[in-house]
T-cell receptor, first 115, second 117 residues
Framework: AQKITQTQPGMFVQEKEAVTLDCTYD???????LFWYKQPSSGEMIFLIY??????QNATEGRYSLNFQKARKSANLVISASQLGDSAMYFC????????????FGPGTSLSVIP | NAGVMQNPRHLVRRRGQEARLRCSPM?????VYWYRQLPEEGLKFMVY????????ESGMPKERFSAEFPKEGPSILRIQQVVRGDSAAYFC???????????????FGPGTRLTVL
């Protein structure tokens, strides 16, 4: 079974608008962490944001925020005021404490920012 | 403070040859992870190592692939007798141990792109 699901293979957003990238996850582990990574066309993996399963507040990092809904097992990434440089693949990922810290990645969403 | 370093960045091998990919973790990091990204796919976990120990190799193919993280020197991912299906980007990540600052985050290297002809 898929541990991480990203249902949007591709997304378009107008420059300066906000966009939400969906992510749902599946785990029975009470302790886990959720990540978002950005992979531009150059190929490197860039860490964006982290949310722990016990964190009470939604994580925020600059223009990135994570809409964490634990009961729904969803961890959507919100990018505010999109910029052309935000065009990239975005991967949602999870680490379960009982799995020796390995990170499980979703299939990714390709985001294109339109000028 | 240098980030995670991987070399080579690009590697071309013919079928049947060996590929050796190297990863130097960030200074102070004792945990190393290897991931493989096939074209148009997300990253797939391969192996998790600490110094001189393989902690979890559940994602490693049973044959031809091996990994090590010696006491001194970089971590090595070794692929013997490469086949075309091994063509992929191989990423290394490192993190500090549990309880240390930033232990939540895995810092990724730039990746090695392996092409098998």
């Amino acid at each position: 079974a898929q541990k991480i699901t990203q249902t949007q293979p591709g997304m378009f957003v107008q420059e300066k608008e906000a966009v939400t990238l969906d992510c749902t996850y599946d785990t029975s582990d009470p302790s886990y962490g959720l990540f978002w990574y950005k992979q531009p066309s150059s190929g490197e993996m860039i860490f964006l944001i982290y949310q722990g399963s016990y964190d009470q507040q939604n994580a925020t990092e600059g223009r990135y925020s994570l809409n964490f809904q634990k009961a729904r097992k969803s961890a959507n990434l919100v990018i505010s005021a999109s910029q052309l440089g935000d065009s990239a693949m975005y991967f949602c990922a999870m680490r379960e404490e009982t799995s020796y810290d390995k990170v499980i990645f979703g299939p990714g969403t390709s985001l294109s920012v339109i000028p | 403070n240098a980030g995670v370093m991987q070399n080579p960045r690009h590697l071309v091998r013919r079928r049947g040859q060996e590929a050796r990919l190297r990863c130097s973790p960030m200074k102070g990091h004792s945990h190393v992870y290897w991931y493989r990204q096939l074209p148009e796919e997300g990253l797939k976990f391969m192996v998790y190592l600490q110094k001189e120990n393989i902690i979890d190799e559940s994602g490693m193919p049973k044959e031809r692939f091996s990994a090590e993280f010696p006491k001194e020197g970089p971590s090595i991912l070794r692929i013997q007798q490469v086949v075309r299906g091994d063509s992929a980007a191989y990423f290394c990540a490192s993190s500090p141990g549990w309880g240390q600052v930033n232990y939540n985050e895995q810092f990724f290297g730039p990746g090695t792109r392996l092409t098998v002809l």
